[in-house]
Nanobody
Framework: QVQLVESGGGLVQAGDSLRLSCAPSGRKFSSFSTYDIGWFRQAPGKEREFVAAINWNGDRTSYADSPRGRFTISRDNAKETVSLQMNNLKPEDTAVYFC???????????????????WGQGTQVTVSS
């Protein structure tokens, strides 16, 4: 498994943008390019929910209905980074955002939290109205 660290969260106003990043913590992780990566979020009092995912080489992505069209997931395997660009943020996007990783299953972009074995500690995103 790989240890992950998220960054880029913060407090913004509705309509603003944020860019979250996810990367292996510590030293270079040579197998990063063979992992599928997902972003999930958890708001207070709610269950963790899927946001977006990208497969190992970046040619497949999937999104939950709510952020589709506003969020974009991408990856740079050379830099061992996955990004989540979030535009036109809404108060309902307020949550702790987690990235997750798992060795690629080869068939696409896993959307279930149970399909990921490595998780970061999360980064808080707060959107004020």
């Amino acid at each position: 498994q790989v240890q992950l660290v998220e960054s880029g969260g913060g407090l913004v106003q509705a309509g603003d943008s944020l860019r979250l990043s996810c990367a292996p913590s510590g030293r270079k992780f040579s197998s990063f390019s063979t992992y599928d990566i997902g972003w999930f979020r958890q708001a207070p009092g709610k269950e963790r929910e899927f946001v977006a995912a990208i497969n190992w080489n970046g040619d497949r992505t999937s999104y939950a209905d709510s952020p589709r069209g506003r969020f974009t997931i991408s990856r740079d395997n050379a830099k061992e980074t996955v990004s989540l660009q979030m535009n036109n943020l809404k108060p309902e996007d307020t949550a702790v955002y987690f990235c997750a990783a798992d060795p690629t299953k080869g068939w696409g972009t896993p959307r279930l939290a149970t399909e990921y074995g490595s998780w970061g500690q999360g980064t808080q995103v707060t959107v004020s109205s």
